[in-house]
T-cell receptor
Framework: NAGVTQTPKFRVLKTGQSMTLLCAQD?????MYWYRQDPGMGLRLIHY???????AKGEVPDGYNVSRLKKQNFLLGLESAAPSQTSVYFC???????????FGPGTRLTVL | AQSVTQLGSHVSVSEGALVLLRCNYS??????LFWYVQYPNQGLQLLLK??????LVKGINGFEAEFKKSETSFHLTKPSAHMSDAAEYFC??????????????FGQGTILTVHP
């Protein structure tokens, strides 16, 4: 099993550009999450999904959109990137809410 | 809303010394509690978790944590540090309510440095 994979690993954008980050899991997990990690702030939840076709806002959702058309995939979109969105983005998934979350390797995004 | 405080953003120990990383949470109802480790340029890996029952939880790589309800704490310890333990450690909590959907609230992280 590959676990949780993220594409791409690195990306540099100019302010105002758009992009989509892809998260895929092969563990048949219902719950999926997108977090961003910034120095000294830990990880903060952007959006999450409790099943195929569902999405919900987390702690820091502004400037991001998500979609979960297939159970195994969770997409994070930036419609108009801003320098404040420079961060490392992690996707995670879990089978049940009391279980551990499995994390992907991360995507390092720089917005100039 | 839940909050998690990790005391000390950097902790430095000598190889073979005790490792103690502190975590306190704010909740009147004990949440699910987790410790994750992040090695450089990698994702997070679960060290251990507390969901119920035993208050002393053993994890991987010789780490353990004790849940103390009266102190709202879940400190992480390891009796003897190894060079390979150098990493960033995150404490995280999740509400036990069904509608929390497993969402995690993380502490700010503690970078552990191990000196020879």
């Amino acid at each position: 099993n590959a676990g949780v994979t993220q594409t791409p690993k690195f990306r540099v954008l100019k302010t105002g550009q758009s992009m989509t980050l892809l998260c895929a899991q092969d563990m048949n997990h219902e719950y999926m999450y997108w977090y961003r990690q910034d120095p000294g702030m830990g990880l903060r939840l952007i959006h999450y999904s409790v099943g195929e076709g569902t999405t919900a806002k987390g702690e820091v959702p502004d400037g991001y959109n998500v979609s979960r058309l297939k159970k195994q995939n969770f997409l994070l979109g930036l419609e108009s990137a801003a320098p404040s969105q420079t961060s490392v983005y992690f996707c995670a998934s879990t089978l049940a809410t009391y279980n551990e979350q499995f994390f992907g390797p991360g995507t390092r995004l720089t917005v100039l | 809303a839940q909050s998690v405080t990790q005391l000390g953003s950097h902790v430095s120990v000598s190889e073979g010394a005790l490792v103690l990383l502190r975590c306190n949470y704010s909740s009147s109802v004990p949440p699910y509690l987790f410790w994750y480790v992040q090695y450089p340029n990698q994702g997070l890996q679960l060290l251990l978790k507390y969901t119920s029952a035993a208050t002393l939880v053993k994890g991987i790589n010789g780490f353990e944590a004790e849940f103390k309800k009266s102190e709202t704490s879940f400190h992480l310890t390891k009796p003897s540090a190894h060079m390979s333990d150098a990493a960033e450690y995150f404490c995280a909590v999740s509400d036990r309510t069904r509608t929390s959907y497993g969402k995690l609230t993380f502490g700010q992280g503690t970078i552990l440095t191990v000196h020879p």
